[in-house]
């Protein structure tokens, strides 16, 4: 359900001229009630009076005045305006998910003379051909309030598999989860990059215990993003194994 609710100020103003102060209040209040039941209100006279907050006295005076602006549908009353509102909301979420898994989808499964490359996350596999990095498709509004849900979940995430856990977001964390959601395509592509980085086996020391240099800041740098989301820490570099094999070998002649 969306949390916010589109308001036109100059729709309402024009509506309400004749409306008194107190009549006002009583309105606001059986909107914002409306939102939260979907555009539907209780059908009683006692269930309006009890939203507005207004006394039985007031209501007798307010109350036609208020109701004039609902619409009867079976037992309930129905704000018609801000059911219209609810509804398009609901359309504009489901739009921006389906957009956003979709870009999510495309960063991590290319394109190859035709078929599908491996994605990632499954095989763990690092691949020298980079995958394409679709044009953002979240609006400043989504990316705005997504990073709050995205630093959330990396606590989360963080707290899982023993990363260093976060405390605050400041303003440049703030810019830099922005920046990478709008790349990724939002909170499914976080996750996703989230997901990478919990089984990427450069991240990870020879105990299985992440890099002591790995945290939220470094994830966020625009370069090391860029290089999980393809795949390119899926694998340790061969040169850490040929060096832990010249190690052993030296080991042994001593």
């Known amino acids: ?19 008194t102060t ?3 209040g009583g309105y606001i209040l059986l909107i914002c009630a409306a939102w939260n039941g979907k555009g539907f209100l209780p059908g009683t006279d006692e269930g309006l009076r009890a939203i507005a907050k207004l006394s039985p006295r007031e209501w007798k005076d307010d109350g036609p005045a208020l109701k004039a602006f609902l619409t009867r549908r079976g037992e309930a009353w129905v704000h018609e305006r ?25 960063r991590w499964q290319g394109r190859s003379n035709g078929k599908p490359m491996a994605v990632p996350s499954d095989s763990h596999r690092q691949t020298d051909a980079p995958l394409p990095l ?3 498709v979240t609006t400043t509004r989504t990316v705005e309030a997504g990073a709050a849900a995205a630093f959330a979940a990396y606590q989360q995430s963080a707290e899982q598999h ?15 989860i922005e920046e990478r959601l709008r790349e990724c395509g939002g909170l499914e592509g ?6 990478a980085a919990s089984t990427a086996e450069f991240l990870k020391g020879t105990d299985g215990r992440c890099q ?19 795949g390119r820490y ?21």
């Open 82 to 106: 801000v059911e219209f509102e609810w509804n398009d909301a609901q359309s504009l979420i489901a739009a921006k998910s389906k957009a956003g898994k979709e870009g999510a989808r495309k």
């Open 162 to 176: 023993g990363w260093p856990n976060p405390q605050f977001m400041n303003s440049t964390r703030r810019y830099a």
């Open 234 to 254: 899926a694998e340790r570099h061969r040169d850490d194994k040929q060096q832990s094999g010249l190690g052993a070998a030296l080991a042994g002649l001593a």
């Open 190 to 195: 976080w996750n996703a990059a989230l997901e």
């Open 212 to 230: 002591r240099w790995f945290d939220l800041d470094w994830l966020l740098k625009p370069q090391n993003f860029t290089r999980l989301m393809e």
């Open 134 to 136: 679709p044009r953002p």
């Open 22 to 24: 107190r009549q006002h």
């Open 1 to 19: 359900m969306a949390d916010w609710m589109a308001f036109n100020v100059a729709d309402y103003v024009a509506n309400t001229l004749h409306l």
